[in-house]
């Protein structure tokens, strides 16, 4: 099993910045990749920013938060920080952590799940 614990979130005036944390623990083989994810009132759930762990550290951004928001890593930790600055009303959501994590499936094999956090909600507004 693998668990994701996220920290942060809250209320914010526009303009303003929040500090997203996710740690990763349990039986983790290796992790390909975090990000963060979010959610507003009856949409569907979307990308916010993606950090890749395996490798070179590649990010990917949506457009919206271009400029705005930071996805940083320590893979020693298994975490990844998101911090979001110039806050938006719009950037108002619950925000859920993800990971692509290998895990072993059975004694002779690994396979690369999606796990993701209980969603952490952001709210800004004056």
């Known amino acids: 099993q693998v668990q994701l614990e996220e920290s942060g979130g809250g209320l914010v005036q526009p303009g303003g910045s929040l500090r997203l944390s996710c740690a990763a623990s349990?039986?983790?083989?290796?992790?390909?990749?975090m990000g963060w994810y979010r959610q507003h009132p009856g949409k569907q759930r979307e990308l916010v920013a993606r950090?890749?762990?395996?490798?070179?550290?590649?990010?990917d951004y949506a457009d919206s938060v271009k400029g705005r928001f930071t996805i940083s890593r320590d893979n020693a930790k298994n975490t990844v920080t998101l911090q979001m600055n110039s806050l938006k009303p719009e950037d108002t959501a619950v925000y859920y952590c993800n990971a692509a994590v290998r895990v072993r499936a059975s004694y002779s094999r690994t396979e690369v799940n999606d796990y993701w956090g209980q969603g952490t909600q952001v709210t800004v507004s004056s």
């Open positions: 349990g039986s983790i083989l290796s992790i390909y990749a």
């Open positions: 950090v890749v762990i395996s490798s070179d550290g590649s990010t």
